[in-house]
């Protein structure tokens, strides 16, 4: 990676080496560089095949005159400019469109327009500017937090639609004001018909099930869609409208070639009733007239659902009791699980439910269902902040996991008469396991039961390697007055790998300070 251009170093020096460019133009410099760039012609872009151009917003105008200059680029095929916080308005988008145009040789695009003043009203000339790029394969476009409107997301989708050859494609639009024209733009993308891979974040936006179901209605048109992430978090996703959540995960259900699905609910109000709709219009098996079963997403191999911080469960049964009170929103959410369990082909599974007063007949249903999805390796489910006592953890058993993760956090009647026998029992029987880890901050597990499961990670016949990091927790407990000896074998594992375990993400993706296992 060379610096092209950067506050503190000189300027070019007549035309850069090849390869690879990183601009940065945050300095005075980047006017010198401007004019460089538009007087250089063709020899002075031989030979560069990707640039990376980070723009400070004083310098915008200067960049802007340079873009045109980039059609003397014959070799180069990857562009990424970053534009973020620049007060660009849709005439500055138009012209840059223009420029991007011009260079038909691109194959991937990335463009980060965050904190803009942009509405996307004239965005189909972007779109067909863009769509010169016949080569183009991968598009990513960032236009979070800018002020684009509902009415103007047709325009968006049918600028985007003239990218004919893409197979790629990340759309980010947090923070707007888009709902109800959510459906507008999945219809201006039908004639993206060889995409396979889509990322679109509309968080915060006040999305309704209505708006999910508008979309859904055109995922028929990409027949090849491999791989689907939806960030769907903190929007209006509740209410009684069932069906049309349904409707929205029936499309999915039909996308034969689907093989990865990432739907984040996280931050909505969505309850056990929706959950049920939503595992209905999957439909991961369904029967013919005959009674024989079909099963659909029969691609599907991972699968990853964030419903955390909703109202899945009740009142009734808190606590952990599994003698609370039958509920019919227990019934609905044992109706998603068993919906699961028909993913013949799936090898990854997580689900975080957290901050949803789960209780241990939500979680017996979760471990039933898991037992038939006989391929599965690995399973991440985070259950942190309920009401577990862990009665059922023992109904997690698959003898076929080589990666689990668990986070129990904040789960106050999770102690040692159940929950953590339950897991020394659960991870001495993961025969294939090859890493694991344990998240147990905020419950009632004592420091001996805490060892054994970390012990009953260690003695992994698979696992002949192993290594366990001790969170600081663990480490206090020889000051605490605990048989030194029983802490002795493991320390030393501790002393090698604490700068590493200090690096570490959990669940949620915090900086953990949890008691973990990780083997």
């Given at each position: 990676?060379?610096?092209?251009?950067?506050?503190?170093s000189?300027?070019?020096?007549?035309?850069?080496?090849?390869?690879?460019?990183?601009?940065?133009?945050?300095g005075?410099?980047?006017?010198?560089?401007?004019?460089?760039?538009k007087?250089?012609?063709?020899?002075?872009?031989?030979?560069?095949?990707?640039?990376?151009?980070?723009v400070?917003?004083?310098?915008?105008?200067?960049?802007?005159?340079?873009?045109?200059?980039?059609?003397?680029?014959?070799?180069l095929?990857?562009?990424?400019?970053?534009?973020?916080?620049?007060?660009?308005?849709?005439?500055?988008?138009?012209?840059?469109?223009?420029?991007?145009?011009?260079?038909?040789?691109?194959t991937?695009?990335?463009?980060?327009?965050?904190?803009?003043?942009?509405?996307?009203?004239?965005?189909?000339?972007?779109g067909?500017?863009?769509?010169?790029?016949?080569?183009?394969?991968?598009?990513?476009?960032?236009?979070e937090?800018?002020?684009?409107?509902?009415?103007?997301?047709?325009?968006?989708?049918?600028?985007?639609?003239?990218?004919?050859?893409?197979t790629?494609?990340?759309?980010?639009?947090?923070?707007n004001?888009?709902a109800?024209?959510?459906?507008?733009?999945?219809?201006?993308?039908?004639?993206?018909?060889?995409?396979?891979q889509?990322?679109?974040?509309?968080?915060?936006?006040?999305?309704?099930?209505?708006?999910l179901?508008?979309?859904?209605?055109?995922?028929?048109n990409?027949?090849?869609?491999?791989?689907?992430?939806?960030?769907?978090?903190?929007n209006?996703?509740?209410?009684?409208?069932?069906?049309?959540?349904?409707?929205?995960?029936?499309?999915?259900g039909?996308?034969?070639?689907?093989?990865?699905?990432?739907?984040?609910?996280?931050?909505?109000?969505i309850?056990?009733?929706?959950?049920?709709?939503?595992?209905?219009?999957m439909?991961?098996?369904?029967?013919?007239?005959?009674?024989?079963?079909?099963?659909?997403?029969?691609?599907?191999?991972?699968?990853?659902?964030?419903?955390?911080?909703?109202q899945?469960?009740?009142?009734?049964?808190?606590?952990?009791?599994r003698?609370?009170?039958?509920?019919?929103?227990?019934?609905?959410f044992?109706?998603?699980?068993?919906?699961?369990?028909?993913?013949?082909?799936?090898?990854?599974?997580?689900?975080?439910?957290?901050?949803?007063?789960?209780?241990?007949?939500h979680f017996?249903?979760?471990?039933?269902?898991?037992?038939?999805?006989?391929?599965?390796?690995?399973?991440?489910?985070?259950?942190?902040n309920?009401?577990?006592?862990?009665?059922?953890?023992?109904?997690?058993r698959?003898?076929?996991?080589?990666?689990l993760?668990?986070?129990?956090?904040?789960?106050q009647?999770?102690d040692?008469?159940?929950?953590?026998?339950?897991?020394?029992?659960?991870?001495?029987?993961?025969?294939?396991?090859?890493?694991?880890?344990?998240a147990?901050?905020?419950?009632?597990?004592?420091?001996?039961?805490?060892c054994?499961?970390?012990?009953?990670?260690?003695?992994d016949s698979?696992?002949?390697q192993?290594?366990?990091?001790?969170?600081?927790?663990?480490?206090?407990?020889?000051?605490?007055?605990?048989?030194?000896?029983?802490?002795s074998?493991?320390?030393?594992?501790?002393?090698?790998?604490?700068?590493?375990?200090?690096?570490?993400?959990d669940l949620s993706?915090?900086?953990?300070?949890?008691?973990?296992?990780?083997?």
């Amino acid at each position: 990676v060379t610096e092209g251009a950067h506050s503190d170093s000189d300027d070019l020096g007549g035309r850069p080496p090849v390869g690879h460019w990183r601009l940065r133009w945050d300095g005075p410099q980047a006017v010198a560089t401007a004019a460089q760039m538009k007087q250089g012609g063709v020899a002075f872009f031989t030979g560069v095949k990707d640039i990376r151009w980070e723009v400070e917003h004083r310098y915008f105008d200067e960049a802007l005159g340079a873009l045109p200059s980039l059609k003397n680029a014959p070799d180069l095929t990857s562009l990424q400019i970053s534009f973020s916080d620049n007060q660009l308005l849709d005439e500055h988008l138009t012209k840059l469109g223009e420029a991007i145009g011009d260079c038909a040789w691109l194959t991937s695009l990335d463009l980060n327009f965050r904190k803009n003043e942009i509405t996307c009203a004239d965005f189909v000339r972007f779109g067909e500017a863009i769509g010169r790029c016949t080569a183009l394969a991968t598009l990513k476009l960032n236009f979070e937090d800018n002020q684009i409107k509902a009415k103007h997301l047709g325009a968006l989708g049918d600028g985007l639609g003239c990218c004919k050859h893409l197979t790629k494609l990340q759309l980010l639009l947090g923070k707007n004001e888009i709902a109800g024209g959510l459906g507008d733009l999945a219809a201006g993308l039908k004639d993206c018909a060889l995409l396979e891979q889509l990322d679109l974040n509309c968080t915060g936006n006040e999305l309704s099930e209505e708006h999910l179901a508008s979309f859904g209605s055109e995922l028929r048109n990409w027949s090849r869609l491999t791989t689907l992430f939806a960030d769907f978090s903190d929007n209006s996703i509740s209410g009684e409208k069932f069906a049309q959540l349904r409707d929205f995960s029936k499309m999915m259900g039909n996308c034969a070639t689907l093989q990865c699905l990432r739907l984040d609910f996280q931050g909505n109000q969505i309850t056990a009733e929706h959950l049920r709709a939503f595992g209905r219009g999957m439909k991961f098996e369904h029967f013919r007239s005959d009674g024989r079963r079909i099963a659909l997403c029969t691609q599907l191999q991972v699968l990853d659902l964030n419903f955390e911080g909703n109202q899945i469960a009740t009142e009734a049964g808190a606590a952990g009791s599994r003698k609370g009170k039958k509920n019919r929103g227990l019934e609905m959410f044992w109706s998603f699980c068993r919906k699961i369990s028909k993913c013949d082909n799936l090898t990854s599974l997580n689900l975080n439910f957290a901050n949803n007063k789960i209780t241990d007949d939500h979680f017996r249903r979760v471990g039933y269902n898991i037992l038939k999805c006989s391929k599965l390796t690995r399973l991440h489910l985070n259950f942190a902040n309920n009401n577990l006592c862990g009665e059922f953890f023992t109904r997690l058993r698959n003898d076929q996991l080589t990666s689990l993760s668990l986070n129990f956090e904040g789960n106050q009647h999770l102690d040692d008469k159940e929950g953590a026998t339950g897991l020394v029992k659960l991870l001495g029987r993961q025969l294939m396991l090859r890493e694991c880890t344990v998240a147990l901050t905020g419950t009632n597990v004592s420091e001996s039961l805490k060892c054994a499961i970390l012990r009953a990670c260690e003695a992994d016949s698979c696992c002949p390697q192993a290594m366990v990091r001790l969170k600081e927790d663990f480490l206090g407990l020889q000051e605490d007055g605990h048989d030194a000896e029983e802490l002795s074998d493991d320390k030393s594992s501790v002393e090698s790998l604490q700068n590493e375990s200090n690096s570490d993400s959990d669940l949620s993706g915090n900086s953990r300070d949890s008691a973990a296992t990780s083997c």
